[in-house]
């Protein structure tokens, strides 16, 4: 009975799925006043992931956590995550240094449709540390810039302090091929920048509403208002993709905290098309 029922688990769970693997850090950078990066050194042979795809990130003693992946996917000696310090484990590693490891499961889920939107116009829209995960989109988009239509980055924050890759954004802003818009919620007299939520950037940017992806990644409340946005200006529903991070755990669809109906966000997600967890948005606690 015993060997049967290992037999079964070991079918169900893949062991190398559940066993973290030990990164060393390389870098680590302080983003905002809660926010940071680590940049981890892959093993000899490299680290794949495709944008939009996240890790379970480990610290021995505390917990682990699901991060998503914030660097470039080219980059294949190099793994890279944004975090921000809301919990126990993030707040440990928050406290790492160079030299310190980190264990890694991953990486997990689905990815935004970067390769399948090739010739569209192509709208990011951020909010927070949203830009995190839709950062190696747009790395991605940028290497190979000339299969894409206009693109678009409109990002929100709720103070100018908030803003995450400030230098990055400056050098992305100042490209003639990429049109970046930035707003903050609320800002002091010294703020010269746009005042309002994310979505007031929407009928501003310059796209192709019928001929455009769009790729949006928030809080989902945020989410909620920019696909609501973006249909008005005439976006197909079917080329509006949303990332989900409710309640994720083991990063496998085994333990069934992030199940959300028939779907389980942390396999089947985090990033799905908006139609199939349109109903999930308006719905809270599940």
């Known amino acids: 009975m015993t060997a049967i029922l290992e037999k079964s688990t070991k079918e169900i769970i893949p062991s190398q799925e559940m066993i973290p693997e030990y990164f060393r850090i390389?870098?680590?950078q302080k983003d905002t006043h809660d926010t940071f990066t680590i940049e981890l050194e892959p093993p000899k042979n490299g680290f794949n992931f495709t944008p939009g795809q996240f890790n379970m990130l480990y610290m021995f003693g505390v917990g682990e956590v699901p991060i998503s992946i914030?660097?470039?996917?080219?980059?294949?000696?190099?793994?890279?995550?944004?975090?921000?310090?809301?919990?126990?484990?993030?707040?440990?590693?928050?406290?790492?240094?160079?030299?310190?490891?980190?264990?890694?499961?991953?990486?997990f889920g689905t990815h935004w449709p970067a390769e399948e939107s090739i010739g569209n116009d192509i709208v990011i829209v951020a909010g927070g540390i949203g830009l995190a995960p839709l950062r190696p989109s747009i790395y991605h988009i940028l290497s190979n810039r000339e299969k894409y239509g206009k693109v678009v980055l409109l990002y929100g924050t709720r103070t100018p302090n908030d803003i995450l890759y400030r230098k990055e954004l400056e050098q992305?802003?100042?490209?003639?091929?990429?049109?970046?818009?930035?707003?903050?919620?609320?800002?002091?007299?010294?703020?010269?920048?746009?005042?309002?939520?994310?979505?007031?950037l929407i009928p501003r940017s310059h796209f192709d509403p019928f001929n455009t992806v769009a790729m949006?990644?928030?809080?989902e409340i945020m989410m909620?208002?920019?696909?609501q946005d973006l249909l008005k200006c005439g976006v197909a529903v079917n080329?509006?993709?949303?990332?989900?991070?409710?309640?994720?755990?083991?990063g496998i669809g085994f333990?069934?905290?992030?199940?959300?109906g028939s779907t389980f966000i942390c396999k089947?997600?985090?990033?799905?098309?908006?139609?199939?967890?349109?109903?999930?948005?308006?719905?809270?606690?599940?």
């Not at 333990?255 to 959300?260: L, P």
């Not at 990033?271 to 109903?279: E, I, L």
Request: charged share 25%; with cysteine.
């Open 26 to 28: 390389t870098k680590t």
């Open 70 to 107: 914030s660097g470039d996917p080219s980059d294949r000696n190099k793994l890279t995550h944004t975090i921000r310090a809301v919990g126990s484990v993030t707040r440990t590693m928050q406290k790492l240094k160079k030299g310190d490891f980190v264990g890694i499961r991953g990486p």
């Open 172 to 200: 992305w802003r100042a490209r003639f091929d990429l049109e970046v818009l930035i707003t903050v919620d609320r800002a002091a007299s010294d703020w010269k920048g746009n005042v309002g939520v994310v979505t007031t």
């Open 216 to 219: 949006v990644c928030g809080p």
């Open 224 to 227: 909620r208002f920019s696909v």
């Open 239 to 250: 080329n509006i993709y949303v990332s989900m991070e409710r309640n994720m755990k083991c």
């Open 255 to 260: 333990c069934g905290h992030c199940q959300c």
């Open 268 to 286: 089947d997600g985090p990033v799905y098309p908006y139609n199939n967890v349109k109903d999930i948005f308006i719905k809270r606690e599940i």
